[in-house]
């Protein structure tokens, strides 16, 4: 049995921008106003990360059109770098990387839910968490288009509140007076200055972008995938990119740069009080808990194919090994539904247990940065190998070739000798924990190569 295709162009476009629209645009504002001395390096840092991503996108739609199954970047590593790469890819996204994620935005999605709801317990934000994904999983379990429509749903519902508050910085809002941009000091000025001031703001804001490899998990269950999803993945990301260049725009409208210096985390409810009046505030908190909320639906969607397509492969390589019940349970297909439901239910499992081990998002996410990007890379520069190789005359093609996925490759490169210099600890324990799958290969080929009488 194989998964089907029932989502269409909508509900692909609303995986798309859900998984990337979180908490991050109500946030990095505040945050990036710390680096940028002025008004036009915050558009600057938002355009440019958004070309960054448009650039990985478009990478990954061809590279979904040559490989149309599900949990893409697993087998573009697999063809282009042999069963090793697929492997440690799959191992660092099962095990670390992918319950990791959805656990940090579970807790996210907690603390918000206490905030809006008055339950100010120190572990209800925990109970809040973990109910969340428990309805995901038992809404992604009754079929693909369960989980598509519930996206549609919420992706709506956040883009309309993101609307809302763009209007009402614009239009309704009364423009605030600056006071001029920050001048800079001797360490800032020159080269060395400038790339630092580079460096800063792309790691800033580039989180905020991410979200849209996560989509490619689906492409197994997309209609017309040659078509429909590169257009969904392009129009997405290039749609996500204006909406954030128009939030900041009508951020800084109301609340100056040097203001936001200062506030970091109350930009966007200023923002709202000064278009709606003193009780957005509260509503903000309701739209950014939503948008959490519709982030983590995402990822409870899309993350549990790809952990089918690299279980799947091994059950067999698994055979007489204590490993075997471990990939034939996550390989586990629905004959009703249609859907992963054994890699849906273990998703849920461990990402809950991660959950309640680490208790806090910032425990979460350093762990898997520098081994997750680093994957990444390696998934865009895998084109070069499988173009030549898979591409047919009907294929969608990367426009710009190869010089869009060259890009991708460069910053990102800098950006992880970055997180390298600058955390050096949290990016080596990450490494170690995704390094930990090399003996579980190694036990997998000699089964392998048991059975076969080598």
Known sequence: MQLQRKLGLTAVLAVVMGDMIGSGIFFTPGELAAVATAEWQVYFFWALCGFITLCGALTLAELSALI??????????????????????????????????????????????????G?????????????????????????????????????????IGLAALIVGGLFIANPAETTG??????????????????????????????????????????????????????????LITLIYLLVNYAFLRVVPLEVMRENPTMVAPMVAEAAFG????????????????????????TLPRLFYAASSEYVERAAG??????????????????????????????????????????RIVTFFVVPFQFMNILMVSSIFKLRPKLSRPESYRLPGYPFIPAVFIFVMALFLVAALLYNPLDSLIGIALTLAGAPVYRVLTKSAGAMSGE
Do not use: C
């Not at 903000?284 to 969607?301: D, E, P, Q």
């Open 321 to 362: 090994t204590w490993l075997q019940p471990f990939f034939r349970t996550i390989s586990h297909l629905s004959k009703t539904k249609g859907v992963p439901s054994g890699a849906i239910l273990f998703a849920a499992t461990i990402s809950i247990a991660a959950l309640f081990f680490f208790g806090s998002f910032s």
């Open 68 to 117: 149309p199954k599900a949990g893409v970047s697993y087998h573009a590593l697999t063809e282009a770098y042999g069963p090793f790469a697929g492997f440690m890819q799959a191992w660092m996204m099962v095990l670390v990387s992918g319950p990791g994620a959805i656990a940090g935005v579970a807790i996210l999605f907690g603390q918000l839910a206490n905030q809006v709801f």
């Open 119 to 159: 339950t100010g317990s120190s572990g209800m934000h925990l109970v809040w968490a973990s109910s969340a994904i428990i309805l995901f999983a038992l809404i992604n379990l009754r079929g693909a288009e369960w989980g598509g429509r519930t996206q549609i749903l919420l992706t709506s519902i956040k883009i």
């Open 278 to 301: 003193p009780r957005a505030g509260a509503g903000l908190n309701v739209l950014m808990w939503v948008s959490i909320f519709g982030a983590l639906g995402g990822l409870i969607m």
């Open 181 to 238: 941009s920050a001048s800079l000091s001797d360490d800032e000025q020159g080269l060395t200055g400038l790339l630092r001031l580079i460096g800063l703001g792309v790691a800033i804001v580039l989180f905020t972008y991410d979200g849209w490899i996560d989509a490619s998990n689906v492409a197994g269950e997309v209609k017309n995938p040659n078509q429909n999803f590169p257009l969904a993945m392009g129009a997405g990301v290039v």
